[in-house]
Antibody, heavy 123, light 108 residues
């Protein structure tokens, strides 16, 4: 069965950096695009970033563009999110999610999600 | 950027009720819309894609309809396990996805 397990969350000061990881299993990781989605405490869902199955294309929400970098290591079945210049408004649970379409090169549907990892930006 | 407006933001209903949630897009998105269910402390779950296609394993009491700018999610007979927050999401305006603000379905 598909499993996505995020790690790397924690408390960081404003302006700091953090790298999230998402370990994938139960499917052919290298064949699917992957997403990061976040949810601030008590708020709705916000799409953050998408990476194509082979890592060749990456897309970002305007709110994180230039500060966050999505990447993947298909040999390790792992997705990453490098977060720099963190702000208080980046505080959220961060979910990794699998795109539904095999070989898709654009973000579309998120059919499996991890349990999320909490990032708190506070001094 | 395309905005999605869900209504109502919350509702109270009883087991067995028919529940309808609306999602309106700020511009036409064809049928590029999905619905997700999220229970407290859990990750969202995909229910409906392409506006009206039921994801595998999702009970048939869930249905979706609409195209263009106006969409609905209907639960034909609300069950205890359906109390949750529901989100719509568009994928017409890629490469950036957007979610609606959510509709919380509570027990009456």
């Amino acid at each position: 069965q598909v499993q996505l397990v995020e790690s790397g969350g924690g408390v960081v000061q404003p302006g700091g950096s953090l790298r999230l990881s998402c370990a994938a299993s139960g499917f052919t990781f290298s064949s699917y695009g992957m997403h990061w989605v976040r949810q601030a405490p008590g708020k709705g869902l916000e799409w953050v970033a998408f990476i194509r199955y082979d890592g060749s294309n990456k897309y970002y929400a305007d709110s994180v563009k230039g500060r966050f970098t999505i990447s993947r290591d298909n040999s390790k079945n792992t997705l990453y999110l490098q977060m720099n210049s963190l702000r208080a408004e980046d505080t959220a649970v961060y979910y990794c999610a699998k795109d539904r379409k095999i070989g898709g090169d654009q973000p579309r549907l998120l059919d499996y999600w991890g349990q999320g990892t909490l990032v708190t930006v506070s001094s | 950027a395309i905005q999605l407006t869900q209504s109502p933001s919350s509702l109270s209903a009883s087991v067995g009720d028919r529940v309808t949630i609306t999602c309106r897009a700020s511009q036409g998105i064809s049928s590029a819309l999905a619905w997700y269910q999220q229970k407290p402390g859990k990750a969202p779950k995909l229910l409906i894609y392409d506006a009206s296609s039921l994801e595998s394993g999702v009970p048939s009491r869930f249905s979706g309809s609409g195209s263009g700018t106006d969409f609905t999610l209907t639960i034909s007979s609300l069950q205890p396990e359906d109390f949750a927050t529901y989100y719509c999401q568009q994928f017409n305006s890629y490469p950036r996805l957007t979610f609606g603000g959510g509709t919380k379905v509570e027990i009456k």
